[in-house]
């Protein structure tokens, strides 16, 4: 990896900090589960595995192989999974621009578009450790319903991934299903190399034996010459404060932001003491705010990384259980992902599974406001009103990140208004990423939902509910587990969407 920008002025190797880096770096090598403190050590014992999947998935190269010549005749390949399991398949396919879908919602209109109208030419890929992700348990109830009532055997159709011995595992397994297990002791947003992101990276034809080439070359490198590694961990740590805003503009890594922000939101944001990773436009754009500024190619932030994309993935791994020993805290735990699972259930059973009618303080056109504010512009204004000091902002869409991209533009715009560092997420994926840290880490957050009305909707075989149903559930759960620690919470709801962004961009850019 190749690092440069003016922050590198600022590192003092003579540092105690440094020196911690430094005695940390050796310890990961070796897998030494008490890196991370005595409390820590039991979870890291079971979790790293990751150090050794440059090597160690190898071995499963041939057995992808033959997966990849079973589905040969399969043009189109979806995937379902969550967080860790499908980002950085993302990642790769935008990197080497192959076709996948990424199915990582319960929204049923983006459900639409991930069934598509080839059910007779489509592979599902379902990744999950478990198999007990609410979300991606719901993904494979609906597809298996979908190829039953298309005349298709889903076992034709399907390909699992998750740990041996699973109750996943052992369920499709004996019901005939393909399926590859992964390393049990990699924890999800670890995974990246291994079977949970090499097999549907190989299913579309990604370069899956460079990418581990690449990961091996790196890790050799940053253990035998160790002062870039340590050097941009050390910038993290004492440089970026609360703040990191990433962009991969201009980079032969799109989607390489959206990835790392899972990796250290989740590992970092606990303990009020973590780092809040922002993926962003472009370099301008990722100023704004006062964050610490980190690109993948060009110039204009404060660091930039340069590398292949698997030499990346090892590399931002490391750096993170690096960012953890320094801040003392556990980088393999999520302790508030479990809260929105917990708040998501209760909704459920209180509504008896069907959405009840919700009524907001006020309705602006397609509007309905949830919060403060007279009109959709007032309600704005007094939301970024509410920012504390040294806060931040965070826009949790939950709607159709297909047709409903242009909803992501108002993160640059609030950015922009408020001078603070902002976050854009579609839910519900973002609950197993900046979720953590939304609860998690330094207790200055200000939150915007934004839900819409649903074109369509889905029943779930072997559910009392419907998709939509669970997006609500898992949207006014959120917004529950939020408004117990009394942060600024702003829900906005569409009642029609296309309208309603329009809206809700118009309002933001006229504050």
């Known amino acids: 990896m190749k690092i440069s920008g003016p922050s590198l002025a600022s590192i003092d190797r003579e540092s105690e900090i440094y020196r911690k880096l430094r005695e940390t770096h050796p310890r990961i090598a070796k897998k030494d589960a008490t890196t991370w403190g005595t409390k820590a050590s039991t979870e890291a014992a079971i979790r790293l595995n990751w150090v050794d999947l440059p090597e160690a998935s190898l071995s499963l190269l041939p057995q992808i192989t033959e997966i990849v010549k079973k589905f040969a005749s ?8 969550m ?25 049923p209109n983006y459900a639409r578009h991930a069934i598509g109208t080839d059910l007779a030419h489509t592979l599902v890929v379902v990744s999950s450790k478990s198999g007990s992700t609410i979300e991606t348990a719901s993904q494979r109830a609906l597809f298996q ?94 440089q970026a404060q609360q703040y990191i805003a990433f962009t991969d503009a201009g980079s032969h890594v799109p989607g390489l932001s959206d990835w790392i922000e899972q990796l250290i939101a989740e590992s970092t944001g606990k303990d009020g003491i973590g780092r809040l990773p922002i993926a962003t436009e472009d370099p301008a754009r990722a100023r704004v705010g006062g964050s610490f500024t980190v690109a993948f190619a060009g110039s204009g932030t404060d660091l930039i ?72 512009k ?36 609030l950015a922009e208004k408020s001078a603070r560092p902002t976050t854009f997420g579609w839910g519900p994926r ?8 939304h609860k998690g880490g330094q207790k200055n957050g200000s939150f915007l939902q934004i839900t819409g009305e649903t074109s369509t909707d889905y029943e779930i075989p072997g559910r009392d509910y419907t998709l939509r149903t669970l997006l609500f ?18 829900r906005l709801h569409l009642q029609n969407r296309k309208a309603g962004i329009d809206e809700i961009l118009a309002a933001a850019r006229s504050l």
Not at 87 to 107: C, M, N, R, W
Not at 175 to 187: E, F, H, W
Not at 365 to 376: A, C, H, N, R
């Open 473 to 490: 559930a898992q949207a006014i759960g959120d917004n529950r587990a939020l408004a117990t620690r009394k942060y600024p919470l702003l």
């Open 145 to 238: 319903g979908q190829f039953e009532a298309a005349g298709l055997n889903p076992a034709d159709h399907m390909l699992f991934v998750t740990d041996p011995g699973s109750p996943l595992d052992i369920q499709v397994r004996s019901a005939g299903y393909a399926v590859i297990n992964a390393d049990p002791n990699v924890g999800g947003r670890f995974s990246v190399l291994s079977a949970f992101g090499l097999v549907p990276s190989a299913l579309i034809g990604a370069p899956v034996d460079q990418i581990l080439k690449d990961a091996s070359a790196e890790k050799n490198d940053f253990l035998n010459h160790d002062q870039t590694i340590l050097d941009v961990a050390y910038l993290l740590v004492t």
């Open 74 to 81: 399969y043009t189109r390949v979806v995937l379902c999974g």
């Open 378 to 413: 007032d309600a704005l204004a007094t939301f970024i009103e509410d920012v504390r000091d040294g806060g931040y902002i965070a826009i949790m869409a939950y709607l159709d990140r297909r047709d409903d991209v242009k909803v992501a533009e108002l993160r640059a715009i």
């Open 305 to 376: 990384v340069e590398g292949p994309l698997g030499a990346h993935f090892i590399f931002w791994e490391w750096v993170t259980a690096l960012m953890g020993a320094a801040l003392k805290l556990d980088p393999f735990n999520q302790p508030n992902v479990t809260e929105a699972k917990e708040q998501t259930s209760s909704a459920l059973a209180e509504w008896n599974n069907v959405v009840p009618a919700l009524t907001p303080a006020c309705t602006d056109k397609s509007v309905e406001i949830f919060g403060d504010g007279q009109s959709l």
């Open 83 to 107: 967080g860790g399991s499908s980002l950085g398949p993302e990642v790769i396919a935008l990197t080497y621009k192959k076709d996948i879908f990424i199915f990582d919602s319960t929204d």
């Open 430 to 437: 973002f609950l197993h990423s900046t979720g953590q840290f």
